[in-house]
C-alpha cells in the first residue's frame, strides 16, 4: 500500500526496520509505561512488529508509521485494523504519538488521511474507535473528530498488567463523512492533497 500523505504528516506502512526509531519515539514520555494502550519498549518492540505484521498478512490489519515529514523523523505508529471488507467497515486505533506532539496537529491530520482513504477509497460504511474508559484525553479527541459515543464494551479486553478493561465504543458512518470531512478541513487550515 501507498504511504498517506498530508501537508505536515505522512503515513507509511510498517516494517521490521522500523524497531529503534518506535522505541526512541515510544520513549518521548516513556509511553510503554501508559496504563490504557500497548506502546513498544525496547523490550516489547520485536513482539509488538509480529503482531501487527502477522494482521497485515492476515489481512486484517494495515499497520502505519507517523512520519513528521519536515524532519522525516518516525513519531508514532497507527492502524487500521478489525478490517471488514464484506460489511465494509473497519477500526482506526493502537493509536501512539511521542510526547512532544501530542495536543498538536498531528493526531488530527493522521485520523483526516485515515478516515478519507477508508470512507473514499476503501469505500467504508463505518469507521468505529475503541478507547479505555479510563483514557479521557483519547476519548475527548475522538469526539472532536467528529465522531459519535455509542457506548461502553465491558471487560472488552485484558491489558498486559492484567487488568479487565472496559472500551468506550465511538464511530462515524459514511453519511456523517462530508460534515466531518469539512470540520477536519477548516481544523487543520487545508485541503489535503488528493
Not at 95 to 119: C, D, G, P
Amino acid at each position: 500500500m501507498d504511504p498517506l500523505e498530508g501537508p505536515r504528516i505522512r503515513l507509511r506502512p510498517l516494517q521490521l526496520s522500523d524497531a529503534e526509531a518506535l522505541v526512541a519515539a515510544a520513549g518521548d514520555g516513556e509511553l510503554w509505561n501508559l496504563p490504557f494502550t500497548v506502546v513498544p519498549s525496547s523490550a516489547t518492540v520485536g513482539d509488538y512488529l509480529q503482531t501487527a505484521l502477522r494482521g497485515r498478512d492476515a489481512g486484517t490489519v494495515l499497520p502505519f508509521v507517523t512520519v513528521l515529514k519536515s524532519q522525516d523523523e518516525v513519531i508514532g505508529c497507527t492502524r487500521f485494523w478489525k478490517i471488514d471488507r464484506q460489511n465494509r467497515k473497519l477500526e482506526i486505533g493502537s493509536t501512539w504519538i511521542a510526547a512532544r506532539w501530542q495536543q498538536s496537529f498531528v493526531n488530527t491530520e493522521a485520523k483526516y488521511l485515515m478516515l478519507r482513504h477508508a470512507f473514499e477509497t476503501l469505500d467504508c460504511v463505518r469507521v468505529q474507535f475503541t478507547t479505555d474508559e479510563i483514557n479521557e484525553k483519547s476519548r475527548q479527541a475522538i469526539l472532536r473528530l467528529g465522531a459519535k459515543q455509542e457506548g461502553i464494551v465491558r471487560h472488552e479486553r485484558i491489558m498486559p498488567d492484567g487488568r479487565k478493561r472496559n472500551s468506550v465504543r465511538f464511530s462515524i458512518i459514511d453519511d456523517e463523512w462530508p460534515d466531518v470531512r469539512q470540520r477536519l478541513e477548516q481544523k487543520l487550515g487545508y485541503c489535503a492533497p488528493n
